[in-house]
């Protein structure tokens, strides 16, 4: 559902800010150091829970002061939904609808911000945590059991692994197998089926910006040619013996080609950019395919790193997606996406809207 009206108090460098925002399409112009990703980063943690740029809460938090806090309405044509969120150096406090929420996933159930931002690159060029994250939002998003499963196996992983290092009993630690089994295989199938559906959204975004066939291979964590239960079971005299659970699907990765090469070994910086986004926006296709009228793109700097002709390829993508967009820039033309719907002036960490 669309984020119809924002405050913000103490959040990064902006003291106070309340917005009637757009949709459709927001812009925000600003000069650099102005407080353009600090709204976005904003934006974000309504919907995710946490930042896109820091794990350390106490570095969102406006010098000076103990505490931020988030609030945000939306909704379609009903009534809205109220989010908020308060957080200080000592964690966050959720409310959803008026209630306290018991996970940061009841406010993506309202509000799911994804974000194209300068560092999406990391995406290929980081190690495997960030690309299951991407895998398991997606997932998410389109089969109701992910997140159960997900909790159910992670649990399981650490009371295993917390047996495994106190060297406890062979019984001890199989008593926690076949959770771990059970939830892992089925953790295993929806992420193998989301990636078949994300497939044919992929081909098409990653010919419109880079005019080439992009193709993903997902690998469960263990060798290929083995099931779960017989990778475990090799594995498990070098678990006891360090301490820790070496094969499942928290050891799951995808790799991605470009052209039929490993994009790792074959992309440009700027391509690099725009393969990530590809992604990126084949998931977004997806979700709205589902839930049409709830997802939410944030664009920092869309510009960076792109020459003319990729950037409007990018923007062109972007503006046939049906999700509501956030997008910063430091100069207020992007002609490829249109006229917004609100344009904001962002200065010192104050956020202007401009009149037209
Ligand atoms: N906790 C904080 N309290 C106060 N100011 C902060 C805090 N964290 C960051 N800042 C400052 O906020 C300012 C704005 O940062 P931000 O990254 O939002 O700028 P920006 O407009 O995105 O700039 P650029 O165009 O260079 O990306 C910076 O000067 C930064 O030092
Ligand atoms: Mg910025």
């Known amino acids: 559902m669309p984020l119809n009206r924002l405050e913000i108090d103490d959040f990064r460098c902006i003291e106070r800010a309340s917005l009637a ?18 709204l976005l980063e904003a934006i974000f943690f309504l919907g995710r829970g946490r930042s896109f740029r ?17 609030v945000g309405w939306v909704g379609g044509e009903g009534p809205a939904t109220v989010l908020g969120i308060a957080g200080s150096r000592e964690g966050t406090e959720i409310r959803v609808g008026g209630g ?13 911000p994804q974000i194209i931002d300068p560092d999406v690159h990391k995406l290929l060029e980081e190690g495997p945590t960030r690309r299951r994250r991407f895998l398991d939002w997606g997932v998410f998003h389109v089969e109701h059991s992910f997140l159960d499963v997900w909790q159910r196996y992670h649990r399981a992983l650490r009371q295993r692994n917390a047996a495994l290092r106190q060297h406890a009993s062979r019984f001890s630690i199989e008593a926690w197998d076949q959770e771990l089994l059970q939830a892992g295989e089925r953790l295993d199938v929806l992420r193998r089926e989301y990636l078949a559906q994300l497939a044919e959204p992929l081909h098409a975004v990653g010919t419109a910006l880079l005019g080439l066939e992009v193709t993903v291979a997902y690998s469960s964590g263990w060798a290929q040619d083995d099931t779960f239960i017989a990778a475990l079971e090799k594995s498990r005299e070098r678990d006891g013996r360090l301490g820790i659970t070496h ?27 725009l393969l990530a986004s590809a992604l990126i926006l ?10 049409p009228g709830r997802g939410a793109l944030l664009l920092d700097d869309p510009a960076a790193e792109l020459d003319g002709t990729r950037l ?8 046939g997606l049906a999700s509501q967009l956030f997008v910063t820039s430091l100069r207020p033309e992007l002609e490829s996406l249109g006229e917004p719907g ?8 104050r956020i202007r809207t401009h009149d037209r």
């Open 21 to 38: 925002l757009d949709s459709r399409y927001n812009l925000f112009v600003g000069e650099n150091a102005s407080g353009k990703t600090s």
């Open 54 to 70: 820091t794990r350390r809460l106490d570095r969102l938090v406006r010098q000076g002061r103990d505490e931020f806090r988030l």
């Open 100 to 112: 306290s929420a018991p996970s940061t996933a009841s406010l993506a159930e309202h509000f799911p």
């Open 247 to 273: 094969v499942g699907p928290h050891r799951a990765d995808i790799s991605i080609r470009v052209g039929g090469q490993l994009a790792k070994e074959r992309v440009s910086r700027g391509q690099q950019k």
């Open 282 to 291: 084949a998931q977004l296709r997806v979700q709205e395919t589902l839930h």
């Open 312 to 319: 409007t390829a990018l923007l062109g993508v972007v503006r």
């Open 342 to 349: 609100a344009m904001f002036h962002v200065e010192h960490g």
